[in-house]
């Protein structure tokens, strides 16, 4: 396993679409994290998921926002009618308990 | 709501040389972990060094050290012998405290290191 993988890397969407986000974490890791980072500014929480147990949201995370992750595996975060303020970069972590989260490369939207 | 300080949004070192990036948080937590995060430009956020708040000494992972006052919130990276890989920007990000152990980041400071 050579790490947190996320799916596409970079995406471009027009305003009013839909636009769906994959993470697959490292295998053995039951935390999973969803992180949204802006531009100069450090990531912001968004969700987390132990196993497949969604068990916090972040106020950030509106309605038009959702993640599921399957069977405690790959977690997918689904952006419906997309805005332009939600051009960001999102982050997706794993972790094993306590031991530190280990991030992926993100996916950079841009929404037109 | 934890809060996150780092009050250098910039810093630079010479190659070879020490520098010590600063963080303050606020929690109401006793036990809870804090951790730096390196993000290379266009590049992963990558974990630096973790340390358990619980823990008196300070952590120690090769060329990267930290300084934690727990009872002044201050949680300061130390980087010795600074290498031209070492430029990113440096995210001090204490976890909440309680079982999510979700992380709160501050804005960040950009390091430079000059050859």
């Known amino acids: 396993d050579t790490g947190v993988s996320q799916d596409p890397r970079h995406k471009i969407t027009k305003r009013g679409q839909n636009v769906t986000f994959r993470c697959d974490p490292i295998?053995?890791?039951?935390?999973l994290y969803w992180y949204r980072q802006t531009l100069g500014q450090g990531p912001e929480f968004l969700t987390y998921?132990?196993?497949?147990?969604?068990?916090?949201k972040s106020r950030l995370l509106s309605d038009r926002f959702s993640a599921e992750r399957p069977k405690g595996s790959f977690s997918t975060l689904e952006i419906q009618r997309t805005e332009q303020g939600d051009s960001a970069m999102y982050l997706c972590?794993?972790?094993?308990?306590?031991?530190?989260?280990?991030f992926g490369p993100g996916t950079r939207l841009t929404v037109l | 709501a934890q809060t996150v300080t780092q009050s250098q949004p910039e810093m630079s070192v010479q190659e070879a040389e020490t520098v010590t990036l600063s963080c303050t948080y606020d929690?109401?937590?006793?036990?809870?972990?804090l951790f730096w995060y390196k993000q290379p430009p266009s590049r992963q956020m990558i974990l630096v060094i973790r340390?358990?708040?619980?823990?008196?000494q300070n952590a120690t992972e090769n060329r990267f050290s930290v300084n934690f006052q727990k009872a002044a919130k201050s949680f300061s990276l130390k980087i010795s012998d600074s290498q031209l890989g070492d430029a990113a920007m440096y995210f001090c990000?204490?976890?909440?405290?309680?079982?999510?152990?979700?992380?709160?980041f501050g804005k960040g400071t950009l390091l430079t290191v000059n050859p």
């Open positions: 972590a794993s972790s094993l308990e306590d031991r530190g989260q280990i």
């Open positions: 998921f132990q196993n497949e147990a969604q068990l916090e």
């Open positions: 295998s053995e890791h039951n935390r």
């Open positions: 990000a204490p976890h909440s405290g309680g079982s999510n152990y979700k992380l709160t």
């Open positions: 340390q358990e708040a619980y823990k008196q």
């Open positions: 929690t109401s937590e006793s036990d809870y972990y």
